[in-house]
Antibody, heavy 128, light 107 residues
């Protein structure tokens, strides 16, 4: 049974960097069948997929256009976890952030599937 | 990006009712659709994927149907634990996108 445990600060100042970590149990961040995602939820934007990292002989990343210039998602194989960094945050980045496991459709490069399971969520408030 | 529109946005029902939630995609997505249930303060929980495949452990009173642009989630006999917000999600193409949610409240 795969479980995801999130950690990181709940308050970030404007213009600074939001950093969250998602620890994986029951699976491997280097799995050849999984993709590791970050998704956020806010009243104004709803559920918004932010990006993912996955390993298929080498590491790949995909990011949403809306945050592409500010986001980095990195795997940490030594700790079996992955992280989110979002730079230059503004109050509009205030949201509940979730990590989630996804997969790719077999033999379809760059494809997506559903998300399951999800981490418990972290409310991140951007405020001075 | 593909836009997902759910209807209604919210409604009230009673325990034992049969309810249907609709999700419409702005372009055809074949059957690449998932449904989630979210309760306050909790993460979304996967109910259905591939439009109609029930996730393991999800009660059989939940069912999904549709393909192309129009999809439905049906709960055949509402239980008290089913009052929650429901979301659809397309995974046909990048980026994966979600509907705005349907809040199901107790009448």
């Amino acid at each position: 049974q795969v479980q995801l445990q999130q950690s990181g600060p709940g308050l970030v100042k404007p213009s600074q960097t939001l950093s969250l970590t998602c620890a994986i149990s029951g699976d491997s961040v280097s799995s050849n069948s999984a993709a590791w995602n970050w998704i956020r939820q806010s009243p104004s934007r709803g559920l918004e997929w932010l990006g993912r990292t996955y390993y298929r002989s080498k590491w790949y990343n995909d990011y949403a256009v809306s945050v592409k210039s500010r986001i980095t998602i990195n795997p940490d194989t030594s700790k079996n976890q992955f992280s989110l960094q979002l730079n230059s945050v503004t109050p509009e980045d205030t949201a509940v952030y979730y990590c989630a496991r996804g997969t790719l459709r077999i033999a379809v490069a760059g494809s997506f599937n559903w998300f399951d399971p999800w981490g418990q969520g972290t409310l991140v408030t951007v405020s001075s | 990006a593909i836009r997902m529109t759910q209807s209604p946005s919210s409604f009230s029902a009673s325990t034992g009712d049969r309810v249907t939630i609709t999700c419409r995609a702005s372009q055809g997505i074949s059957s690449y659709l998932a449904w989630y249930q979210q309760k306050p303060g909790k993460a979304p929980k996967l109910l259905i994927y591939a439009a109609s495949t029930l996730q393991s452990g999800v009660p059989s009173r939940f069912s999904g149907s549709g393909s192309g642009t129009d999809f439905t989630l049906t709960i055949s006999c509402l239980q008290s634990e089913d009052f929650a917000t429901y979301y659809c999600q397309q995974y046909y193409s990048y980026p994966p996108t979600f509907g705005q949610g349907t809040r199901l409240e107790i009448k």
